[in-house]
């Protein structure tokens, strides 16, 4: 069983920065691509930032040079720094980890922890 446990997330000002946290535990390979997604109220899961084991990141629009996605291999945790925070990365942010055993694909999210960005 892969757990995968969040921390980092709170109420910040705009233009504020917070640091989530995601470790992941279990029975993982040694290949495996790790994952920040978001779920705004009312709206879609969508994702925010990916990196794989080899440290290729991909980053969606809206957060391409304010976030920055960074992993640890040893410790199986995932990073995000969220910088120039605005009040639409309001939103629940969910660490997910995935894989393919071929032929079978895996994949895993974690409880999620909230990001309010208010003043």
């Known amino acids: 069983q892969v757990q995968l446990v969040e921390s980092g997330g709170g109420l910040v000002q705009p233009g504020g920065s917070l640091r989530l946290s995601c470790a992941a535990s279990?029975?993982?390979?040694?290949?495996?691509?790790m994952g920040w997604y978001r779920q705004a109220p009312g709206k879609q899961r969508d994702m925010v930032a990916l990196?794989?084991?080899?440290?290729?990141?991909n980053y969606s629009d809206s957060v391409k040079g304010r976030f920055t996605i960074s992993r640890d291999n040893d410790k199986k945790t995932v990073y995000l720094q969220m910088n120039t925070l605005k009040p639409e990365d309001t939103a629940v942010y969910y660490c997910?980890?995935?894989?393919?055993?071929?032929?079978?694909?895996?994949?895993?999210w974690g409880q999620g922890t909230q990001v309010t960005v208010s003043s």
């Open positions: 997910n980890v995935r894989w393919i055993t071929s032929p079978l694909r895996y994949g895993y």
């Open positions: 990196i794989t084991s080899g440290g290729i990141t």
């Open positions: 279990g029975s993982i390979p040694s290949i495996y691509t």
